[in-house]
């Protein structure tokens, strides 16, 4: 099953060339998709994604459209549950999905300063995240979000430039 849910994701990607044209990912992004229940992604991400980060909502700006389009893909699936992404994700055409994921992974980033494995944790949440805590079996988060946490490939997402509460 998960075989086939990959290859329909892959699928829908390989008709980007030919969809952008009837759904404008800046315009579900900004204003919300065809369906009023789809409501505009900058309510809880903010304009530019950078997330809100008072109240939980992450940061997506320039995350794998890949990555994007699979999360809300679970959320529309009810594998994934959240009280405001479960309607939004529900009222989304896979047209504007794709459209409104690659919108999202072209939003600008801010510059994230470099920390590999070499710096030197200096409090508990850097010591996770450079050495992991391997008495309780947690793994450095570097291992796996790569250095500076700024993701790997799109199955590890970027957690640089993410609020405390969405972490947590």
């Not at 409501?39 to 994604?49: E, P, S």
């Not at 030197?120 to 949440?125: K, V």
């Amino acid at each position: 099953m998960k075989f086939i849910q990959k290859m329909t994701y892959l699928s829908l990607f390989s008709l980007l060339p030919f969809v952008s044209s009837a759904a404008d990912g800046e315009k579900v992004y900004l204003k919300g998709g065809d369906n009023p229940m789809a409501i505009a992604c900058m309510t809880c991400h903010g304009v530019n994604g950078e997330g809100l980060a008072l109240a939980g909502y992450p940061n997506i700006a320039g995350k794998p459209a890949e990555y994007l389009s699979k999360q809300i893909y679970d959320f529309k699936k009810e594998d994934r549950k959240h009280p405001v992404m479960d309607g939004v994700a529900a009222a989304l055409t896979d047209e504007e999905i794709v459209a409104v994921s690659q919108y999202m992974q072209a939003l600008p980033t801010p510059a994230i300063p470099e920390i590999t494995r070499a710096t030197q944790p200096t409090d508990l949440g850097s010591r996770l995240a450079l050495r992991g805590d391997w008495s309780r079996n947690i793994p450095e988060c570097v291992a796996c979000h790569g250095p500076s946490g700024v993701g790997v490939g799109t199955a590890f997402p970027k957690l640089a430039g993410q609020s405390e509460l969405y972490i947590v």
